[in-house]
């Protein structure tokens, strides 16, 4: 097993990266169980496909499980609703535990109805996709989304423990795999020529199943070392939105169905890396470099995508500044800096075909 110590103050936890660590669940939570029980909130599929598992590690710990559909329309306000009206019928305390098992969806829900109810309860992560195991599951970041924009409502939570089981990401689909190989690729271009590198020797999935354990342990190692210098998310933490800026743009330019995050943020990385070479602060041959490490894991590279619509959707995103639009580019493969670009001159650029 790996393990990764977050070192925030007051508020340190562990992050457990193995195979087959569902089946110890119980004996892994018995030192944060300070109150008489537990409340599990998992999504339907994933329920389907592990409860069992989980249950038979209880071991006879108290415990009530809610289900949620699975899908982003769970990160919303009914949803949340319902779960903190759920917490109070059956009495849940603050001494108690929330136990979120599923993707980042149900990371977020659970996470942000632990901070928020009775002003916070302590909650453990058992993240079960690849994005939420290197990504969602660490760092704090909870919330659901409002009608205006996703994520708006939330609340920095840090969990008492994170337990990532890699035998669950077998099961999963190919595109959310995908989608969370585009966050490790991110982590590579941002933190680690190393980790980039490596990713090229892969030839599919099952390769890459075979290092799994190293790949999160990377990751989480790379975004535990910024979120420990910028929990608030001032500086150094905007890091982690490599390619996230058009990414979210284009996600949503798609309604949300034509892209995954995943691809979308694909697609932002190469754009980023392009502007960044336009401008002449990232090194020549970054953005082909991108293309190939994407490419060898099936992400797309290419897109009709209309930029001035884009753009427009960035300045009225949230990353607008007054000086301008924040970006995070690469210097070259591995450091990444925040940069920001007036929204003419990303008019410009565009124009002079990037
Ligand atoms: N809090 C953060 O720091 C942070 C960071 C990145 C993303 N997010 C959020 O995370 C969410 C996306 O997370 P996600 O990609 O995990 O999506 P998700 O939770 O919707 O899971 C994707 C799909 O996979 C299914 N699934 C989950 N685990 C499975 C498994 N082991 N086998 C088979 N199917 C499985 C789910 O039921 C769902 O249909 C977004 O809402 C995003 O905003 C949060
Ligand atoms: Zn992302």
Redesign the pocket.
């Known amino acids: 097993m790996k393990t990764i110590d977050v070192k925030l103050l007051n508020r340190p936890y562990k992050i457990l990266i193995d195979f087959g660590l569902l089946k110890r669940t119980g004996q892994l939570i018995e030192p944060f169980l300070t109150g008489e029980k537990v409340a599990i909130v998992s999504?339907e599929?994933?329920w389907n496909?592990?409860g069992k598992i989980l249950l038979e590690s209880l071991n006879g710990i108290k415990h009530q499980v809610f289900i949620q559909p699975?899908?982003?329309e769970t990160?919303s306000i009914k949803y949340f609703e319902d779960l903190c009206e759920h917490f109070a019928e059956i009495g849940l305390m603050r001494t108690d535990l929330v136990i979120s098992f599923?993707?980042?969806?149900?990371?977020?829900l659970a996470g942000f109805a632990s901070a928020s109810y009775m002003r916070g309860v302590s909650f453990i992560q058992i993240p079960?996709?690849l994005?939420?195991q290197v990504?969602?599951s660490i760092?704090g970041?909870?919330?659901i989304n409002l009608k205006h924009g996703?994520?708006l409502l939330g609340a920095f939570w840090q969990p008492k423990l994170v337990i990532s089981d890699v035998s669950?990401?077998d099961?999963?689909?190919e595109r959310?795999f995908q989608?969370g190989m585009a966050e490790v690729i991110k982590y590579g271009a941002i933190e680690s020529k190393e980790l980039f590198d490596s990713l090229l020797k892969y030839a599919d999935r099952k390769e890459v199943m075979k290092d799994i354990v190293n790949i999160i342990y990377e990751c989480c190692d790379i975004k535990r070392r910024i979120v420990e210098h910028d929990e608030l998310d001032f500086g150094e933490r905007m890091k982690l939105n490599f390619g996230h800026t058009f990414g979210h743009a284009i996600e949503r330019a798609g309604n949300y169905k034509k892209h995954t995050?995943g691809e979308a943020v694909a697609l932002g990385m190469i754009i980023a890396s392009k502007i960044g070479e336009r401008l002449g602060i990232t090194a020549s041959g970054c953005s082909d470099k991108l293309i190939d490490v994407l490419s060898q894991h099936n992400l797309p590279i290419s897109a009709d995508l209309d930029y001035k619509e884009l753009i427009d959707y960035i300045i009225n995103d949230k990353k607008k500044n007054k000086s301008g639009i924040n970006f995070i580019l690469l210097k070259d493969i591995g450091k990444s800096i925040i940069h920001s670009i007036d929204a003419d001159d990303l008019f410009s650029l565009f124009e002079r075909g990037i």
């Open positions: 999504d599929i994933v496909l592990y699975s899908g982003e990160k599923g993707g980042g969806v149900v990371g977020d079960t996709t994005l939420s990504d969602s760092g970041k909870t919330g996703k994520n669950l990401l099961s999963l689909e959310e989608a995050h």
